[in-house]
Each structure stands twice: as structure tokens, then as C-alpha cells.
């Protein structure tokens, strides 16, 4: 079963680029990799999906080397509203049971200030 | 489109006792997934329900249990309420059983055990 890790937390200002990086050494061949974010007392809510190199959606890149052992999030340039914590989740079917296994990390949480 | 909706949003119980925490997916959506954050922490795989099934939990003990109705809402049932069950629960569903399907969260049903 991969077991995920994380930065407990991280600061930056308005404006700034900010990396969050998860590593997950024991990620199965048929894992995606997929980052959440979430404010106090709310579901998370999905940012981002990848399994292997760049993605790009409208709010974040996700990098994923070729090794997969390890991801990281991009948001290009934070502002107040980005402060909430980030979780990694490495998951999806085992090609042995079919059973549906779910890791989330143990989340970043991110402060921007002003 | 509706998000999924989880109910009560607060619960409180005492010890020994049961709680039941209730979840509608998002229509179309065929697989229901439950989590537990306890305060300040990550996020837990519960259970996993899809097609009315369960296809897979976490390491709970057996007094964490579920179901899930023909209408693919489910519900949670935590029988002999311990203190250390106090927690956020947080309900997901997908389109799609396994894979790279994102999830999408609910707000959370709050149980306090007293």
C-alpha cells in the first residue's frame, strides 16, 4: 500500500509561485495521483489528476517525474483565498483483487499572507 | 447539478451508543466512498460502495459498517460509539467504479462523542 508524504506546512505571499510536493514511493503501477484542496469544515475539493509526466488544468500543474514516486503541485500565483491545505491521494485499482485502494497524505497546509 | 449532500451535518452521541450518517452522490454517479478526519488530521478510507456493494474498507474495525441502496445513496453506521470516533466524516462519489475516477466531496457530517 503506498504511504504518502508531506510538507505539515508551507508559507508564501500573494503573487508567488507555489510547489507543494508529495512522495510516495510505494506507487503501484496502476496509481493515478490526485490533489485536493480543502478549507476548514469542507470537503475537499479536486484540483488536479495526472499518472506521468505535466498537467495543466485552468488553476495548477501537477509534475510527475518518471520514477512516480513522487509529485508535485504547482499553483502559479497564490492569493489570500489559496490559504487551506493541500492532500495528495495515490490510488485506484489493484490489477490482483479489483479492490479500489486509497492513500491520502497527510496535508500541507498552506498560509498566504498579504 | 446538485453536489453530494451528507446528513445531519452535527451529530453528537455518547459513548456505547450508534450513529447513523446518511449520503446522496452526485446523480449518475455510481460509486460511494466514506473517509474519517479526526480533528487536525488526515484524511481515512473508510468504505468503498458501488453497484450496491462493498468493494473494499479501511483498516476500521467491523463495528464500522454501511450500506449502500438501490439509489446509490449510503448510509454509515459506527455501532459502540468510542470517544476516539469523534470526527469529521466525509462522504465521495464517483461516476465510475476504480481508476482515475475524481472524487467529489461532500460538506461532512460532524459526530461528537461525549
Known amino acids: 500500500l503506498a504511504k504518502t508524504t508531506q510538507p505539515i506546512s508551507m508559507d508564501s505571499y500573494e503573487g508567488q509561485e507555489v510547489n507543494i510536493t508529495c512522495s510516495h514511493n510505494?506507487?503501484?503501477?496502476?496509481?493515478?495521483i490526485t490533489w485536493y484542496q480543502q478549507f476548514p469544515s469542507q470537503g475537499p475539493r479536486f484540483i488536479i489528476q495526472?499518472?506521468?509526466t505535466k498537467v495543466t488544468n485552468e488553476v495548477a500543474s501537477l509534475f510527475i517525474p518518471a520514477d512516480r514516486k513522487s509529485s508535485t503541485l504547482s499553483l502559479p500565483r497564490v492569493s489570500l483565498s489559496d490559504t487551506a491545505v493541500y492532500y495528495c491521494l495515490v490510488g485506484g485499482l489493484s490489477m490482483n483483487t479489483g479492490f479500489q485502494k486509497l492513500v491520502f497524505g497527510t496535508g500541507t497546509r498552506l498560509l498566504v499572507s498579504p | 447539478e446538485a453536489g453530494v449532500t451528507q446528513s445531519p451535518t452535527h451529530l453528537i452521541k455518547t459513548r456505547g451508543q450508534q450513529a447513523t450518517l446518511r449520503c446522496s452522490p452526485i446523480s449518475g454517479h455510481t460509486s460511494v466512498y466514506w473517509y474519517q478526519q479526526a480533528l487536525g488530521l488526515g484524511l481515512q478510507f473508510l468504505l468503498w460502495y458501488d453497484e450496491g456493494e462493498e468493494r473494499n474498507r479501511g483498516n476500521f474495525p467491523p463495528r464500522f459498517s454501511g450500506r449502500q441502496f438501490p439509489n446509490y445513496s449510503s448510509e454509515l453506521n459506527v455501532n459502540a460509539l468510542e470517544l476516539e470516533d469523534s470526527a469529521l466524516y466525509l462522504c465521495?462519489?464517483?461516476?465510475?467504479?476504480?481508476?482515475?475516477?475524481?472524487?467529489?466531496f461532500g460538506p461532512g457530517t460532524r459526530l461528537t462523542v461525549l
Open positions: 510505494n506507487i503501484a503501477t496502476n496509481d493515478y
Open positions: 495526472g499518472y506521468k
Open positions: 465521495a462519489s464517483s461516476p465510475l467504479a476504480g481508476g482515475a475516477d475524481t472524487q467529489y
